[in-house]
């Protein structure tokens, strides 16, 4: 049975006999003895065919021909009657869809605990605790004990409140795309030695890439961990602790461009060398040190927020995506009331943008432009917000699959957010003047479903410079 998103329905039989369990499947699907296999491998069991014995390890079946629907198998410090409990019932595969754009909107998105004070942090702690036990080499899947005492002092230095590791452990497996449980069906309790928790196979597969990894770590870090002493948590659980942008990388991207002041004023980046930015203001040239952009940037970085005393640059850090300027100071975010959410570096910017396009078109060297049509490198496309960021919601921000769509940079990306093209309620292109781009004007957009009418509707109503059909419009 492949990932396609299909229910498969395992009904499961479990004798002991003399120390090995007898594993009787009498499933309704042909995918039900593989299923109960990779459950199996949940409890790092040993499946006894013939001569035979072969370690189980959830992720995949044992390459054997004509697997039997009576199994003999070996399960460490398990008991019949839960084995029975848990490797039965059915099980909604995860969509093959989910690769690392999902896996990313998934990790920006946990339901976390929250009572009289901040939201929890062990979720995010947890996993990046398992993140670095990936990273060192370990399995994916973690028997309770070494969970409890791998994660247990984590989450005392690092944490807030009193939340314990059993907590992470089990209400992980809400994350259903990342995380899985085995062997328990409520919090752990001491005397479940035999329970296993970790990454679901899917999330495994990807998260192997190094690549992958550190951008699971960035999401985490940015997006829950601003708080926390990053440098020292990285390190205790041996990942390489996260940089902030350079503060070169910062300048040289604004280079030739005009920035605005706290007070409106406009400037304009000449030129910047390791020593300082040649600013070109109102009254002439002027220099300012490097070293107060980058102290800025790290600050930004650490805290989500930094105080400026030199407007230049705070003309300078305010620039990054996902910044304002607020008095005499640059935070990250939109509004107050969007800080947990918005607590997020220029790195969480990028970070954001690479999971949308994933989520949009997955791991494809080409995509097709939702607005003109035209199939384009991922390069020339954009994942572009249907209502911009700074007016979605907490709620709407995590609606990756349907607030975004691709466009291209060929020109409907822009002629879209300046209202010269939109989208009518029938899902037709529709142009508000000679500018627009004509490939797409009259095609009917796959963007346009019932998930993401809502957002094409507030574009017509607040963007959109024409009439489209239906009378509305004209937003400008």
């Not at 946990?110 to 996993?127: D, M, Q, T």
């Not at 709620?395 to 300046?418: I, K, S, Y």
Request: overall charge negative.
């Amino acid at each position: 049975m492949d990932d396609a998103g299909l229910a498969l329905e395992a009904w499961v039989t479990v004798i002991a006999d003399g120390g090995r369990f007898v594993v009787e499947v009498a499933g309704r699907d042909a995918g039900a003895v593989g299923l109960v296999l990779r459950r199996l491998g949940g409890y790092s069991a040993v499946l006894h065919l013939g001569d035979q014995a072969i370690a189980l390890d959830g992720r995949s079946e044992p390459g054997v021909a004509g697997l039997p629907s009576r199994l003999v198998v070996d399960v460490p410090d398990a008991v019949a009657g839960q084995l029975e409990v848990d490797l039965s019932g059915p099980a909604v595969r995860i969509d093959r869809r989910f690769a690392v754009g999902g896996l990313m909107a998934a990790l920006g998105d946990l339901n976390r605990y929250r009572r009289g004070g901040p939201p929890s942090l062990h979720k995010p702690l947890a996993l990046v605790w398992a993140l670095g036990r990936l990273a060192a080499g370990h399995g994916r899947l973690f028997r309770w004990p070494d969970f409890r005492d791998g994660l247990g002092p984590v989450l005392a230095d690092f944490g807030v409140g009193a939340a314990t590791p059993e907590y992470p452990f089990w209400h992980l497996g809400h994350e259903w795309e990342v995380w899985e449980t085995h062997g328990i069906t409520k919090p752990p309790r001491s005397g479940d030695a035999h329970a296993v928790a970790g990454f679901t196979p899917r999330a495994a597969a990807l998260l192997a890439d190094p690549g992958v990894r550190a951008e699971a770590v960035d999401v985490l870090r940015a997006t829950y961990l601003g708080d926390v002493d990053q440098p020292a948590l990285f390190d205790r659980v041996g990942l390489a602790v996260p940089r902030p942008l350079p503060a070169a990388d910062v300048v040289d991207g604004l280079v030739g461009r005009e920035i605005r002041n706290a007070t409106g004023g406009t400037l304009q980046v000449e030129r910047a060398d390791s020593e300082r930015v040649v600013i070109r203001a109102e009254d002439g040239i002027e220099f300012v040190p490097m070293k107060h952009v980058r102290d800025g940037v790290d600050e930004l970085f650490r805290q989500g927020r930094v105080v400026i005393t030199d407007d230049r640059v705070g003309a300078i850090i305010g620039s990054l995506p996902g910044t304002r300027v607020t008095g005499s100071a640059v935070v990250l975010g939109d509004a107050g009331d969007f800080g947990e959410l918005d607590r997020v570096a220029s790195a969480r910017y990028r970070v954001e943008q690479a999971a949308l396009r994933r989520v949009l078109i997955g791991d494809e060297p080409t995509g097709r432009c939702a607005l003109c049509g035209r199939e384009l490198p991922v390069e020339l496309l954009v994942a572009a917000h249907v209502k911009p960021r700074k007016d979605c919601s907490d709620e709407e921000r995590r609606d990756l699959r349907n607030v975004a769509m691709l466009a291209c940079h060929l020109g409907c990306d822009r002629l879209f957010e300046l209202g010269y093209l939109g989208v009518g309620p029938d899902g037709v292109v529709v142009s508000a003047g000679a500018l627009a781009e004509g490939r797409a004007v009259g095609r009917r957009t796959p963007a346009h479903h019932p998930g993401s009418a809502g957002y094409f509707a507030w574009h017509r109503a607040e963007v959109f410079r024409g009439t489209a059909p239906g009378g509305v419009g004209g937003g400008r």
